[in-house]
């Protein structure tokens, strides 16, 4: 198995979560011409209760298990690594076997709680039956996961990003085609349907865990599964200890960022009611802000997800041996591809704002004007998630715990404020929620930066030189998209047209951006000759390289 570089780790895992992102965008358009409103209102329930279970289930132990790995690896414990991985699996077995009874047993309750007392429409039978053919993938998914996880912690960042865009091309294969079947050859009812369409998870999590098996097994050697003599000081109680610990602080913040964004819808509804805004205007914008702009913004924040995935088994590596130089590096270097990504991608968005939104969700001024606000913040989020991924690695719990509890709170006590502020100014209120979110990841991640370099000496200068120097790209840049925005033609109530408007104007901005980037050593400062050299002979078919 080919172990992968940080940087090539980044771009693979990235370009995989991108894909499976578009992928899960684009099979929406068929599937609801086929389920129509009804249809996709009974996907969604028993979707949503499983996706919740699914984050109970792996929240924590993948990433746990890739630190771990990567530390016994590093100091070749290689017997406490073989028993690591086969600890997580009990772990993972025992808790999916679990909630799948709980979602079995409990089908029924859930269904009463989501419906209520409604009825005309979807029926609580309906909604019981999804839910418990959503309950097998609890059995299979978790379990890829943190197979996924182990390799992670060897630097094995292509075979895992494989299975990623295998497991969604077979669930999407699956749900679209057991729709078409029991809707249009066997005229089935609708429930049949829509159970076949999210059994395709469980079809898709077959699919990738047997592609990540059937690698594995022909490098058992290499990943050190194979029988080992050698018997490590290290006890299962300890390895049990220290998968729990390390898994702990993921689990905390994955549910403080579910009620945060909780709170965040309830306080922007109630304050905009407050304030005297239609019942219309306060739903979408409210939806806009906590829902459709973060889907959107999901394609800037995978460079973040990505780089997590080859950033925490590395810095891991490093802190282990206590190379504090190659953990500063290491670090630098993610939150400089972090700019040098993402910015230009943020500010692109939020200038073609108007033809992406009406894409997704048909034209509408509103909705374009808080995406092309809400987008800016990704760029905040994205520093965030990489910085508190880098004091995980560093076992800094606290540190993690402390920022983002602070920069979280900021937020909540912030957003009533600066709405109601907004609102006697004479601009959107909607919008001071909007920038108490960006102030409260800005504080977080500063708090975090902070304790980095009082503890450990870790040094920003030359990142902050390279956001200074990313300033001229990305002001040429703007200005070649306004310009093209002035001279192309666009039909907004057409999304091809839209398309075409978005592909046309990005490819030159980013050909723009990617010139200018690389004249000034920017490119080759933060990738390294050999990669941009190896992407320029991939576009150029070998015709153009750095040699």
């Not at 690591?84 to 679990?98: E, G, V, Y």
């Not at 050593?521 to 941009?532: A, E, H, P, R, Y």
Request: aromatic residues 10%; proline residues 2%.
């Amino acid at each position: 198995m080919k172990k992968s570089s940080f940087i090539e780790g980044t771009i693979i895992a990235t370009l995989a979560i991108v894909i499976t992102k578009i992928l899960g965008m684009l099979y929406v358009i068929p599937f609801y011409a086929m389920v129509g409103t009804a249809g996709s209102a009974l996907y969604a329930y028993g979707y949503n209760i499983y996706a919740i279970f699914l984050d109970i289930s792996t929240a924590g132990l993948p990433l746990a298990l890739s630190k771990i790995i990567k530390e016994y690896n590093t100091l070749g414990k290689q017997d406490a690594k073989k028993r690591a991985f086969s600890i997580a699996l009990k772990m993972i077995s025992i808790i999916s076997i679990i909630i799948f009874l709980i979602l079995i047993v409990f089908a029924r309750p859930f269904s009463v709680m989501i419906l209520g007392e409604l009825s005309g429409g979807t029926t609580i039978e309906e909604v019981t039956f999804v839910i418990r053919m959503t309950a097998f993938a609890i059995l299979i998914v978790p379990y890829l996961s943190i197979t996924r996880g182990y390799l992670q912690g060897h630097n094995i960042i292509g075979i895992s990003s494989i299975s990623q865009v295998l497991e969604q091309i077979f669930r999407i294969v699956t749900l679209l085609g057991g729709c078409y079947l029991a809707l249009y050859i066997f005229k089935i009812p609708m429930k049949y349907a829509i159970g076949f369409a999210v059994f395709g998870a469980s079809v898709g999590g077959i699919i990738a865990l047997l592609y990540l098996l059937i690698k594995m097994n022909k490098s058992k050697k290499e990943l050190g599964i194979t029988k080992i003599k050698e018997k490590d000081e290290i006890s299962n109680k300890e390895i049990r200890c220290k998968i729990t610990s390390y898994a702990i602080p993921f689990i905390i913040i994955t549910i403080v960022f579910s009620i945060n964004n909780f709170l965040d819808m309830v306080m922007i509804l109630r304050t905009l009611e407050h304030l005297g805004l239609e019942t219309t205007e306060i739903e979408f914008a409210t939806t806009a802000i906590t829902t459709w702009s973060t889907k959107i913004s999901m394609i800037v924040n995978s460079v973040a997800t990505g780089m997590v995935t080859s950033l925490i088994p590395t810095i891991v590596g490093a802190y282990t041996l206590k190379k504090w130089e190659e953990v500063n590096n290491k670090f630098n270097k993610a939150l400089q591809l972090i700019l040098i990504i993402c910015l230009p991608m943020c500010v692109g968005l939020s200038l073609l704002s108007k033809s992406v939104w009406s894409v997704f969700y048909g034209y509408s001024e509103i909705g374009a004007f808080i995406f092309s606000m809400q987008i800016l913040v990704s760029l905040f989020y994205n520093l965030f998630l990489v910085t508190n991924s880098a004091l995980h690695g560093l076992n800094k719990s606290k540190v993690v715990y402390r920022s983002v509890t602070i920069g979280l709170t900021t937020n909540i006590l912030l957003n009533i404020p600066f709405m109601v502020l907004f609102y006697k100014l004479g601009l959107a209120p909607y919008l001071g929620a909007i920038l108490a979110t960006a102030i409260g990841y800005i504080l977080a991640f500063t708090l975090s930066l902070k304790k980095l370099k009082k503890e450990h000496g870790l040094k920003y200068r030359e990142t902050l030189k390279m956001a200074e120097k990313l300033i001229l790209p990305t002001l040429v840049m703007s200005m070649v998209v306004l310009i093209l925005k002035g001279l192309i033609p666009i039909n907004f109530s057409s999304k091809m047209s839209c398309c075409i408007y978005i592909g046309v104007i990005s490819i030159l901005g980013g050909v723009v951006y990617l010139v200018i980037t690389y004249k000034m050593g920017l490119l080759t400062k933060v990738f390294g000759n050999s990669m941009v050299n190896k992407i320029l002979k991939k576009l150029s078919l070998k015709r153009v390289s750095l040699d």
